[in-house]
């Protein structure tokens, strides 16, 4: 059962220059309720998103008519705290395909990458670069290719002032995790080819 | 160079599943034991109905309600519709897939990392998940066992194997004697004070040293449990003598003969002379006091005798995550965190829900009230423990003390039913995680031991426990 293969992004971005967001944050306990993959991008950042009487939070940046795209820019130690995936689903339906931070937690990345969500860690400095672009202006673009893993900033959205003002940095992936994505491979296909494999081991160790 | 060196108790459990390595990516790593709940599972059992496959190994997988589920009256219909959807889902997909279900009103049902250790599911040198961050609890025994995502759970239901990158190996010593009144979890939140809630992140953490060894098997999954709030993978502890004692008789632990013979083979789960580890570090027990959180992520903790940090002394990295986190519990830097009013405690969790606990509560509260201001709920981790409760007469003693006590689940420690702290309201917890609306919106949390909690309810205010035992 492939999923969808991941292609080179080129887009604005949401800036949440925030460290430690939690996957409390990204999607609270009491939406967890669901039993299918979908509709959790409604209730992402919840509580950030939305005051208590669900009317939206005019300074969150999720609800700003200044920001917009499918690149999500995130603090250091992004995703740290609960393994639920519905972090990463909720991330992924609503709209974005890239998450960039300094820093993310372990099971939030492979939450990630299992769901075609691609978490782009760069350095301190090159985040602080781009929420930095972002601030001063929000239609600065970043380009995020897969296959020659490299980042791309355009400090302006204008496209004549843009090659000049673009700065990159590589980012690291892990082979296998890069070769499942850009040909929307998928990891339990992969295991069910060798359950003969599994069944020796099992074997083996009796 | 690296082959001739030892290998850690860590190295040793993780090669041995090693079904395959795949060039330059993950490893295929064989689970022994699979524990589920309603909420994380759903998705993964459609997705092996989705394939038209069964699930591999059925007998591997032991499955309980603990998340959502209302911790009264559970003998009734449960009356959150979307939540009793969950657990009625639990029940249609291990019945159709063959999959031991300790449900609602089954005398083992309980919080999943509660019921695995109780029953002897938890036993050294295995490889357990669960689609749970606090899977990380059952490496008290000597086992390696990490929490795992919806698509991981799926890759375990239709194969038994994961695939998962190795994480590198960091071994945490702990050396002389707890002071008085100091418990593991004053010890785990210590750490995670030090380290900070990123400190972990990329290893799996060894715990080592004297103090670890003296602490019960109790003490020792509350130091493991919270490995994962340090952003460790999980934590491990060799299994010794006092691990053998704990497993020794338990429902599905070895019987007789097999017993000894498996004590055998987990005497040889320890960490070489020679091990190298990516990363050691050492603390002193005779650093360590009470502790309790006063921000929004479990790293903000502090021994309960000091004050609220000021911005400058925190780590400049953290430090927009810190102010909002001040903003949010409402507190002011510098002042000093004891005195200060709690309207909830709650007992509880995977942390801190296990007969041990309650123990420790029951002994510090008798003969005592809590304060008329304070709610206070103390919810057992599983049946057996609210059994055993009841038999040693700590439910009575709690209940005279004006506690509540609740059915087991996992309850207010993340308020997926109705147990929610209101908002506004300030709880001192035994629970794992202190992030914002994590016991209900708007609700604060500071983390702190059993006893701390206690002294908390009976004083009405965050208090050194020390001054009172």
Known sequence: ?206 | MKELAGKTLFDKIWDAHVVEEIKGGPSVLYIDKHLIHEVTSPQAFAGIDKRGISVFRPQHTIATPDHNIPTVDQHLTIQDELSRFQVDKLTENCEKHGVTLYGLNHPYQGIVHVIGPELGITQPGMTMVCGDSHTSTHGAFGSVAFGIGTSEVEMVLATQCILQPKPGKMRITVDGELPKGVTAKDVILYIISKISTSGGTGYFIEYAGSVIRSLSMEGRMTVCNMSIESGARGGIIAPDETTFDYIKEKEFAPKGEEFDRAVKSWKVLKSDEDAVFDQELHFDAADIEPMITYGTNPGMGAKITGHIPFVEETEAGNRESYKKSLAYMDFEAGTPIAGRKVDYVFVGSCTNGRIEDLREVATFIKGRQKADHVTAWIVPGSKQVEKQAIKEGIADVLEKAGFQLRQPGCSACLAMNDDKVPEGKLAVSTSNRNFEGRQGPGSRTMLASPITAAAAAVTGTVTDPRSML
């Not at chain 1, 519905?86 to 960039?100: C, E, L, N, P, S």
């Not at chain 1, 296998?176 to 296909?189: F, M, T, V």
């Open chain 1, 1 to 206: 059962m492939s999923t969808k293969k991941f292609h080179t992004i080129e887009s604005t971005a949401v800036p949440l220059p925030i460290e430690n967001v939690d996957t409390d944050q990204i999607i609270p306990a009491r939406f967890l309720k669901a039993t299918t993959r979908d509709g959790f991008g409604e209730n992402l950042f919840r509580d950030w998103r939305f005051d208590k009487n669900d009317q939206p939070k005019t300074d969150f940046a999720l609800n700003s008519s200044v920001y917009s795209g499918t690149i999500l820019i995130g603090g250091k130690n992004f995703g740290s705290g609960s393994s639920r995936e519905h972090a990463a689903w909720a991330i992924h339906d609503y709209g974005f395909k890239v998450v960039v931070s300094s820093f993310f937690a372990d099971i939030f990345k492979n939450n990630a990458l299992n769901n075609g969500l691609l978490p782009v860690q760069v350095s301190e400095d090159f985040l602080s670069r781009i929420f930095q672009a972002i601030e001063k202006d929000a239609s600065s673009m970043l380009k995020v290719d897969l296959k020659n893993q490299q980042i791309t900033l355009s400090a302006s959205g204008e496209p004549s002032l843009r090659a000049r003002r673009s700065q990159s940095e590589r980012f690291d992936i892990n082979p296998y995790k890069k070769e499942c994505l850009l040909n929307g491979y998928d990891d339990i296909d992969f295991l069910l080819s060798i359950k003969e494999t599994i069944a020796q081991f099992e074997q083996a160790r009796t």
